[in-house]
């Protein structure tokens, strides 16, 4: 069995260990190890400590808070979801009447579900998304 190591960036120093089954790359104070068991998400480290410049409705700046605040804007379920993590604009599908909704205000203050498409061509109640005051 043969494996390729690319690396991208240019580490110290480059070591692998007698049996071939571990490369340790060090760079700086942040050495990387994989080892032939070493799952990916392992081998990179834990997704807190990998950082990214924060982009659009992601305000986090490492990937397990933005996969964090992506779970939050996209339900998949059959019960109606609820907490103080929805906000204006999240998805929810219903599993159980196919039915897509968006959360959104329809008083000042006053947030409800609203359906905007149903699966197998059915057309949804009548609701205009429009944008609003955005």
């Given amino acids: 069995m043969s494996i390729q190591?690319?690396?991208t960036e240019t580490p110290t120093y480059v070591t692998v260990n007698e049996s071939n089954t571990e490369v340790t790359?060090?760079?700086s104070d942040n050495p990387i190890t994989v080892t032939m068991s070493t799952d990916l998400i392992t081998a990179?480290?834990?997704a807190t400590d990998v950082t990214f410049q924060p982009h659009n409705t992601i305000t986090?700046?490492?990937v397990q808070g933005a996969l964090e605040q992506?779970?939050?804007q996209?339900?998949?379920q059959s019960a109606t979801p609820?907490?103080?993590n929805l906000h204006e604009g999240d998805l929810w599908y219903n599993t159980s009447t196919e039915l897509l909704h968006v959360y959104r205000e329809v008083s000042t203050g006053n947030y409800e579900w609203h359906v905007i498409a149903a699966a197998g061509g059915s057309s949804p109640t009548s609701f205009t998304l429009d944008g609003g005051s955005f």
């Fill in 44 to 46: 990179l480290g834990l």
């Fill in 60 to 62: 986090s700046g490492n």
């Fill in 5 to 7: 190591v690319t690396v």
């Fill in 70 to 72: 992506l779970a939050d």
């Fill in 82 to 84: 609820t907490g103080s």
């Fill in 25 to 27: 790359l060090n760079q």
């Fill in 74 to 76: 996209f339900f998949r």
